[in-house]
């Protein structure tokens, strides 16, 4: 069936060295991919975005690819900090206007000092 | 601030007493969804509005009720909690402009149903 998952459920890295998150996803019909980050505690909180006409979208510090063959997603942090330790979700849009996300289970993301 | 809020943080309550989880954006957003995130299962949708009046089922809609007549609130109403609603909700808005469709989360309601 159609779903949103992740690769990893955990991911831990040093401080200063570039984090990779994958997502797969099945539904390709997908137009829209977002990453969400999570502190504990804390509700989501927008990281990045693509839609499917893109391959790559870059923001600051962080870069989302988007493989329409393969159905794989990912999110790439560079010069990963303490502050980025969170769980991280992906979702993509099954419906119109961004109205039906399908959020992956996410990636807990640890950064050693 | 542009923000969601939603009321209550934390809930404890007995099976069968109908309870109401607010929330309320800032942002004149036309859009408004509820979740619940649960172990294990990530983040699952109960109810979106489109906007004023406009509202429609998620995946996991039964046993919760929302309305939406006005554009800055979107209550959740679990008109006979049960045990199996014991989980973590946010709400969420977005403007939902052709460009992007970014939500903006609440900071969530923890529920226990006992």
């Known amino acids: 069936g159609e779903s949103v998952g992740l690769h990893l459920p955990t991911l831990s890295v040093q401080e200063g060295d570039n984090s990779i998150i994958n997502c797969a996803y099945s539904n390709s019909a997908s137009d829209y991919f977002i990453w969400y980050k999570q502190e504990s505690g804390k509700g989501p909180q927008f990281i990045i975005d693509?839609?499917?006409?893109?391959d790559k979208r870059q923001g600051q510090r962080v870069t989302v690819l988007l493989n329409k063959t393969v159905k794989h997603l990912s999110l790439q942090i560079a010069a990963t900090q303490p502050g980025d330790s969170a769980v991280y979700f992906c979702a993509e849009n099954r419906g119109t206007s961004g109205s039906r996300l399908t959020f992956g289970e996410g990636t807990q993301l640890t950064v050693n000092p | 601030e542009a923000q969601v809020t939603q009321n209550p943080r934390y809930l404890i309550t007995v099976t069968g007493k109908k309870l109401t989880v607010t929330c309320s954006q800032n942002m004149n957003h036309e859009y408004m969804s509820w979740y619940r995130q649960d172990p294990g299962l990530g983040l699952r949708q109960i109810y979106y509005s489109m906007n004023v009046e406009v509202t429609d089922k998620g995946d996991v809609p039964e046993g919760y009720k929302v309305s939406r007549k006005e554009k800055r609130n979107f209550p959740l109403i679990l008109e006979s909690p049960s045990p199996n609603q014991t989980s973590l909700y946010f709400c969420a808005s977005s403007l939902n402009n052709k460009g992007s469709y970014e939500q903006y989360f609440g900071p969530g309601t923890r529920l226990t149903v006992t």
């Open positions: 693509i839609r499917s006409n893109m």
